[in-house]
């Protein structure tokens, strides 16, 4: 196995702010520094990036047509009254045939990428062949298309696994009749297939390369797992005390990663200390915020103290991208707000955003679950963890900030941030290991 052409299959490749193309395009500048010629296979959802040969491919599939279409008119029109129309027009024409697809396959809308991306590998490596296959999401069509690709091309794949394929405390199919039990059984195989034959794998928690080996033993020492890291930021913005208490949320809500909690802890902690009304402003950055909380925000009068943002995107007038917006609005704030989550799942997963947090040097009020490997890193970083996640426990880690504000003590820890050359190293020694591992079996 050689370490000098790769050819990556990334879905969201180069798309601003998402966090499963920043695992990837933070690496880029990392693997050409190690001699390494980079070719992206990507979708239509991110831009065309003009450092390396960048192919972006229309999946095959009337959901996953849908799906990219979307991205590539509000990319070029912006989201206004023609993305509204174009985008509605385009999903009447293609509902025929996403009930057909629904009925046929059962799987979620962006499984026809992969069979896409596999294709035009196997078409790029005939025209200039490769060394390497990487897959790398997010998107499970990410590691199928892998998976076909190095079937197709008898190439060495290695799979970075963004978030557990397989969710914990997922049931075993017990019939393909149903659509979840289709999808469940789908992702079972496809973990299964990047166990038996990755040439190298790695998950982003202990947690979850632990759980992935439980179910496919023969893994071994191929699996492991990597902190990814971001790089540091582009801009700095130095922190100002003003007259508010800015905490700030960065990235989306939903229903099992809900604000429902931290509202019913602020409204606690309002009630403590009624004359912080005044001062206190929760902004949130990334999306709305989710239904049940927006319920909590009604029944208990919290709106004059949220402030919704929306998603920050690349700005016409500066050409600043949303990354660099929401990196200098995260230095601004006073503390930055961690949700986690609430659901099984939490264990083995880790939310990119905590890196993006720990390099702007702001402190951490973290709402974690089920997950020890979180809890030290942000406690590593002078972050707060309520010690349980009650209305009065997340009130009192409020008191903490509160009073620190205050004061002008609200500082972070001053440890060094995770960066992604640390995570390019860790890869880079496990593909050159798998290497000597494969040459000791040739020759045995």
């Known amino acids: 196995m050689t370490r000098n052409k790769w050819l990556i299959i990334a879905p969201a490749f180069n798309c601003d702010g998402q966090a499963a193309s920043q695992t990837m395009t933070d690496k880029i500048s990392y693997l050409e520094a190690a001699g390494i010629?980079?070719?992206?296979?990507?979708?239509?959802?991110?831009?065309?990036?003009n450092r390396l040969p960048h192919e972006q491919v229309w999946p095959w599939g009337p959901s996953g047509i849908r799906y990219e279409y979307r991205y590539v008119t509000g990319n070029r029109y912006g989201r206004g009254l023609r993305y509204t129309l174009q985008t509605v027009a385009v999903s009447i024409l293609l509902s025929p045939f996403m009930f057909i697809e629904r009925i046929m396959t059962g799987l979620s809308g962006h499984w026809s990428w992969a069979p896409a991306a596999a294709f035009?590998?196997?078409?790029?490596?005939?025209?200039?062949?490769?060394?390497?296959?990487?897959?790398?999401?997010?998107?499970?069509?990410?590691?199928?298309?892998?998976?076909?690709?190095?079937?197709?091309?008898?190439?060495?794949?290695i799979a970075e696994?963004?978030?557990?394929?397989?969710?914990?405390?997922?049931?075993?199919?017990?019939?393909?009749?149903?659509?979840?039990?289709?999808?469940?059984?789908?992702?079972?195989?496809?973990?299964?297939?990047?166990?038996?034959?990755?040439?190298?794998?790695?998950?982003?928690?202990?947690?979850?390369?632990?759980a992935a080996r439980s179910r496919n033993p023969q893994l071994g020492e191929r699996g492991f797992y990597?902190?990814?890291?971001?790089?540091?930021?582009?801009?700095?913005?130095?922190?100002?005390?003003?007259?508010?208490?800015?905490?700030?949320h960065f990235g989306k809500v939903s229903g099992t990663r809900s604000l429902y909690e931290f509202l019913l802890g602020l409204n606690t902690w309002i009630e403590r200390n009624p004359?912080?009304?005044?001062?206190?402003?929760?902004?949130?950055?990334?999306?709305?915020?989710?239904?049940?909380?927006?319920?909590?925000?009604?029944?208990?009068?919290?709106?004059?103290?949220?402030?919704?943002?929306?998603?920050l995107e690349r700005d016409p007038v500066t050409g600043e991208s949303g990354r660099t917006q929401v990196t200098r609005k995260m230095q601004k704030c006073d503390a930055l707000l961690l949700l986690?989550?609430?659901?099984?799942?939490?264990?083995?997963?880790?939310?990119?955003?905590v890196y993006e947090y720990f390099w702007a040097r702001r402190p951490i009020l973290a709402l974690t679950h089920l997950n020890p490997q979180l809890d030290e890193l942000v406690g590593q970083f002078g972050g707060i963890i309520p010690t349980n996640m009650t209305p009065q426990g997340i009130a009192d880690s409020l008191d903490v900030i509160w009073n620190k504000w205050k004061s002008k003590t609200l500082e972070p820890s001053d440890a060094s941030p995770i960066g992604v050359d640390v995570a390019v190293a860790t890869i880079l020694k496990h593909v050159t290991d798998a290497k000597k591992r494969a040459g000791q079996h040739a020759n045995a």
Not at 120 to 129: C, D, E, T, Y
């Open 37 to 49: 010629e980079l070719s992206v296979i990507g979708g239509l959802s991110g831009k065309r990036d």
């Open 120 to 157: 035009k590998a196997w078409r790029l490596h005939q025209k200039k062949p490769f060394d390497l296959i990487y897959s790398s999401g997010g998107p499970i069509s990410a590691h199928l298309a892998g998976w076909i690709a190095h079937r197709l091309t008898g190439l060495p794949w």
């Open 340 to 353: 986690h989550g609430n659901d099984p799942s939490c264990a083995e997963y880790i939310p990119s955003k």
């Open 275 to 311: 004359k912080a009304r005044e001062v206190i402003r929760l902004h949130m950055y990334g999306g709305g915020i989710d239904a049940r909380a927006r319920q909590t925000a009604d029944q208990l009068n919290l709106w004059d103290v949220i402030v919704c943002h929306g998603r």
């Open 161 to 210: 696994i963004h978030d557990p394929i397989v969710a914990s405390g997922q049931a075993q199919p017990t019939s393909l009749g149903a659509r979840l039990n289709r999808e469940k059984f789908i992702e079972r195989l496809l973990e299964k297939l990047v166990c038996n034959d990755a040439h190298v794998a790695w998950w982003f928690t202990q947690a979850a390369l632990a």
């Open 226 to 248: 990597v902190l990814p890291g971001v790089m540091p930021p582009e801009v700095l913005e130095q922190h100002v005390y003003g007259e508010y208490l800015n905490i700030g």
